[in-house]
């Protein structure tokens, strides 16, 4: 059985190796050959999945972070006879769009519990950083953040997600600009490191909250330079992308019962990251 994963995984982001480790597992037990593909640009991602068409793949596991763009592709998928499993991003269109199911968090909510949680711990202005425009899922944890830091004021600052040293001076400008910001909450871990470098910059006293973790940012919330990391469990991801389709060709299966399936969020902070460092050193959290 050959299945093809394709995403929207810009250069550099750690948080896909981490999918790609729970797929490599899945297919190490299904006995299936998966082949990786990705583009951070809608139109390259559309002919990644119009490619693994031609090729008239067993099925395809995809990410969906521009809808308008992608749903001819996975339509056209679908409609070949390929069954196509999403996760990660488009968990509002993917049933819709005939996925046999949908692998991720639903982003609002979980920028919801960031934004209640900042606030119960003082936050009172909160910067958002975006290391990537034009993706839903991202404008979609921010909007969350906001709604769930009611009363706070919540700023976004948009950043190039590619260039660490871009990033790290973004933010340390705007931490400069206004040094009443008491939070910010970066999307992904890699940019909650160059954070990290933009709050020493700035001499700011802005504690640091993240969404995804890695080996690296699991040894910040260890050292206290970043309080805590909301965790959608990608190794989670990656792998049911994979198995669910498996399921599907070899038993007509589905998971979810028509409803998404959801694989956070939760928190990892300093009451667990001890238990979950030792599974982020292996590179599956």
């Not at 706070?152 to 600052?157: E, H, L, S, T």
Request: aromatic content about 6%; overall charge negative.
């Amino acid at each position: 059985m050959t299945i093809a994963m394709i995403t929207h995984a810009a250069p550099g982001d750690t948080f896909w190796d981490i999918i790609r480790k729970g797929a490599t597992a899945a297919a190490g037990k299904d006995n299936v050959d998966v082949q990786y593909s990705n583009s951070d640009d809608a139109a390259k991602q559309t002919q990644l999945i119009q490619a693994a068409i031609d090729k008239k793949v067993d099925g395809i596991a995809v990410t969906d972070p521009n809808t308008p763009s992608l749903t001819d592709s996975i339509k056209k998928a679908v409609a070949a006879g390929i069954p196509v499993s999403m996760f990660n991003a488009g968990s509002a269109d993917a049933l819709r769009l005939g996925a046999i199911g949908y692998f991720g968090q639903e982003e609002k909510t979980s920028g919801r519990g960031a934004g209640e949680r900042m606030v119960k711990e003082g936050a009172k202005s909160v910067l958002c950083v975006i290391q990537t425009q034009g993706q839903q899922q991202l404008e979609d944890r921010c909007a969350g953040v906001a709604d769930g830091a009611s009363g706070a004021k919540v700023q976004r600052i948009y950043v190039n997600g590619t260039d660490d040293s871009a990033v790290t001076t973004s933010i340390q400008a705007k931490l400069t600009q206004d040094p009443g910001i008491e939070w910010v909450i970066t999307l992904a871990a890699p940019i909650a490191l160059d954070a990290v470098k933009s709050v020493a910059g700035a001499g700011s006293k802005a504690k640091i909250a993240t969404f995804d973790t890695s080996s690296e940012l699991v040894k910040s919330i260890k050292a206290g330079t970043v309080q805590w990391a909301v965790d959608q469990q990608p190794y989670l991801q990656g792998y049911l992308a994979i198995d669910s389709l498996w399921l599907y060709r070899t038993n007509l299966n589905v998971l979810g019962g028509g409803q998404n399936v959801l694989t956070g969020p939760s928190f990892v902070d300093q009451a667990n990251v001890d238990k979950v460092s030792q599974f982020a050193g292996q590179g599956t959290r």
